[in-house]
């Protein structure tokens, strides 16, 4: 059975109440036979259809009253949630909608729907949301820099030395409505390199955005989140540098940054199909043909609208830049450390470098530039700075991140005979000269330091003047030794003159006899 559309059933029913056509007119008049406008009209009249009627209703409406066999009340299954459907697709590259189908909505639906239909009412339904309808962007000029890496690799920079060939890695920008592009090719896609790829791309444009829309790579964003992203410390950095601000685009959300994507895909075609069969000895030389040719591709004609990249840039993007400032961003590495260890240290390239001990057990982020290292707090107060280390102590370490005991310890290793020396003739040259004699009846020098700290240390208790009295009275005894001193300076003997008497309070005179822990 043939079913009319809508306009053919209420128009074949409007000249009909008109009382002034045959059949066969009604039929010329609406394209069908007049067999079909006599079953029209008699189905109608079944259901008691009129024209006034059918003016107010809908296609579906009048389809299930004129047409019940086919269009009227069926068997109705349960509607998936599109919505749910949707949003589970949107949220990872690895879903589809088959995948969906058969672990998700089949097991529970054994009756549902069959693949084929499951997709074509998720079409119908993405149609009559709006889902699939695109929002015309026309961007502001000089407003937003987009950034992506091209997908193709290229392996056209040859190894002088090996004769190794290397693949090109393409980071791509393109700014403004006209999309002007730039273009730079480097060894790898590390953080230095995305880095310096925007560094030299600003150079390229002569001005600076307002707005970096990077893609959620993991040298732009360290956790992707749609509304509180954590970005990555060293491009944070360098957008702070060029007071730039860091908007990712959403992730699976290609018409976030479509400016950059259609800019890749003309690219992938009239860059990279030139470069193609050609070989390069540097990137320096392979970036000097790829700036030579995206210069000639920019002075192109649109097809489609007046001018060509280049022009639009000139006419609209670059007068809207803000100027480059005096110094450029200085591009670094940066590495995540999740937990300073207890010795407040932190490891990079063999080396480990001291944080403020206060921070031990909380993360820090190291900046890692050429000549020196830098370390951050997770939310960006630096708290180090160290001249990197190629070679020498793997430790190195600043005295101010030190608690005060671990500085005494240090400072303690670190004098030598020299320094006690110095210090102790400051107090006096008896003090001078017992130092002297501690130092040089050791077999080893440094076996007599401690002793020598004590000394040096004895005039914050007893004063410089008693000090020097005691070191005197302990020389006049023959009795240099550290005891010995503590003695007469507990026992006030270096108030006392020096008697050739010895007793119980006087010190034992060194000899050779004497244990080493009586006069040590």
Request: glycine share 6%; proline share 5%.
């Amino acid at each position: 059975m043939r079913c009319l559309d809508f306009m053919k059933i209420t128009e074949i029913l409007r000249l009909k109440e008109m009382n002034l056509f045959t059949y066969r007119d009604i039929a010329k008049s609406v394209g069908c036979s007049k067999t079909t406008v006599g079953d029209v009209l008699s189905r109608c009249r079944e259901c008691g259809l009129t024209y006034a009627n059918a003016a107010g209703m809908t296609q579906d409406e009048i389809n299930q009253l004129v047409y019940p066999e086919s269009f009227g009340p069926k068997q109705v299954k349960e509607e998936p949630d599109w919505e749910h459907i949707h949003a589970r697709l949107q949220s990872s590259r690895k879903i589809n909608l088959q995948y969906i189908w058969e672990n998700e909505y089949r097991p529970d639906h054994p009756d549902g729907y069959s693949y084929s239909r499951f997709c074509a009412k998720y079409t119908d339904w993405k149609n009559a949301t709006g889902k699939k309808v695109v929002l015309p962007q026309e961007r502001e000029p000089g407003k937003e820099l987009f950034i992506d890496w091209i997908g193709d690799k290229l392996p056209c920079v040859v190894d002088y030395d090996t004769g190794e060939v290397r693949e090109a890695h393409f980071f791509v920008t393109t700014l403004g409505d006209g999309s002007y592009p730039f273009v730079e090719a480097f060894p790898d896609e590390t953080q230095l390199n995305w880095n310096q790829g925007h560094i030299d791309a600003l150079e390229w444009y002569g001005g600076l955005p307002r707005i970096f829309v990077p893609d959620n790579c993991k040298t732009a964003v360290v956790h992707t989140n749609l509304y509180d992203p954590e970005l990555n410390h060293a491009y944070r950095e360098l957008a702070r540098h060029y007071e730039i601000a860091i908007i990712p685009a959403r992730i699976i959300k290609p018409k976030d940054k479509a400016s950059v994507e259609s800019g890749v895909g003309w690219l992938e075609t009239w860059l990279l199909e030139w470069l193609k069969d050609k070989l390069y000895f540097s990137f320096e030389a392979l970036n000097h043909d790829i700036r030579e040719r995206v210069i000639e591709l920019s002075k192109r004609n649109f097809k489609h609208r007046e001018g060509s990249r280049e022009s639009i840039f000139l006419a609209l993007d670059k007068p809207c830049l803000r100027p480059l400032p005096a110094e450029p961003f200085e591009s670094f590495l940066t590495k995540m450390v999740t937990r300073v260890p207890n010795n407040y240290h932190i490891e990079y390239d063999g080396f480990y470098y001291s944080v403020p001990y206060k921070y031990y057990s909380q993360p820090a982020v190291m900046h890692i530039f050429a000549k020196k290292i830098e370390v951050y707090t997770k939310d960006g107060e630096r708290i180090a700075i160290h001249q990197r280390h190629f070679s020498g102590r793997r430790y190195v370490t600043d005295s101010e991140h030190m608690p005060e005991n671990h500085k005494a310890v240090v400072a303690f290793k670190s004098f030598d005979g020299k320094y006690y020396r110095t210090k102790a003739a400051l107090i006096g040259p008896s003090t001078g000269a017992f130092v002297k004699t501690l130092l040089e009846k050791a077999d080893f020098e440094e076996q007599a330091y401690k002793s020598c700290m004590a000394v040096i240390n004895f005039p914050k208790t007893y004063g410089d003047a008693r000090v020097e009295n005691a070191c005197a009275k302990a020389i006049s005894l023959n009795s240099v030794s550290y005891t010995t001193l503590k003695n007469i300076l507990k026992n006030g003997q270096d108030t006392q003159p020096a008697t050739t008497n010895t007793d119980a309070e006087t010190p034992t005179p060194y000899h050779e006899n004497l244990r080493v822990g009586e006069w040590e």
